[in-house]
């Protein structure tokens, strides 16, 4: 079956500028996760969504971010007000079971001018 | 709360050759073990995991990985790397008992060259 898709893969704005980006998880994974990959670094937990709700968003850096799940399948992550320093890849992944094996998207690549 | 050290941030090696890249981990509570690795240009694909059992883990592509319980350790191993095997891989832990967030560590890149 299809895997996790998020669009788009590339994302340029500018300074000050909202973006959202979407990730589409894997039918009928519950559990949904956002993370952000900087360059040379291991990615870094955003948020999780256990169905509709964010179970955990301790990783969200400042309230300019955002993420909704409303129907607990697709996500979207929403970032105002954006600033050089949001620059980074964001992967989505989604999982089923509590084994926790999580399958991630290719990424969004925002850059930030 | 988990951490994750990957000591090598690059490990170039010849075609052919074996390869070891090391993972430390460090947390309060017991762990899953993963192996993801990320191509250019593409999302991490899961390579090897470790959730009870046996140390000695299986993967795609001929990679496999052991869990040392004492050292808080788990390796990755190939006998013989390929040079498509070039990619950044990543070692995970994530808490035991449901859903939970992974941790990464900073990524180590395998060069292989001919």
């Known amino acids: 079956g299809a895997g996790v898709s998020q669009t788009p893969s590339n994302k340029v704005t500018e300074k000050g500028k909202y973006v959202e980006l979407r990730c589409d998880p894997i039918s009928g994974h519950t559990a949904l996760y956002w993370y952000r990959q900087s360059l040379g670094q291991g990615p870094e937990f955003l948020i999780y969504?256990?169905?509709?709700?964010?179970?955990?968003d301790s990783g969200l850096p400042n309230d300019r971010f955002f993420a909704v799940r409303p129907e607990g399948s697709v996500s979207t992550l929403k970032i105002q007000r954006t600033e050089r320093g949001d620059s980074a890849v964001y992967l989505c992944?989604?999982?089923?079971?509590?084994?926790?094996?999580?399958?991630f998207g290719a990424g969004t690549r925002l850059s930030v001018l | 709360a988990q951490s994750v050290t990957q000591l090598d941030s690059q490990v170039p090696v010849f075609e052919e050759a074996p390869v070891e890249l090391r993972c430390n981990y460090s947390s309060s509570v017991s762990v899953y073990l993963f192996w993801y690795v990320q191509y250019p240009n593409q999302g991490l694909q899961l390579l090897l995991k470790y959730l009870s059992g046996s140390t000695l883990v299986k993967g795609i592509n001929g990679f496999e990985a052991e869990f040392n319980k004492s050292q808080t350790s788990f390796h990755l191993r190939k006998p013989s790397v390929h040079i498509s095997d070039t990619a950044e891989y990543f070692c995970?832990?994530?808490?035991?008992?449901?859903?939970?967030?992974?941790?990464f560590g900073k990524g180590t890149m395998l060069l292989v060259s001919p």
């Open positions: 995970a832990v994530s808490e035991i008992g449901g859903y939970s967030t992974l941790t």
């Open positions: 969504f256990q169905g509709t709700g964010a179970a955990d």
């Open positions: 992944a989604s999982s089923l079971d509590s084994q926790n094996i999580q399958y």
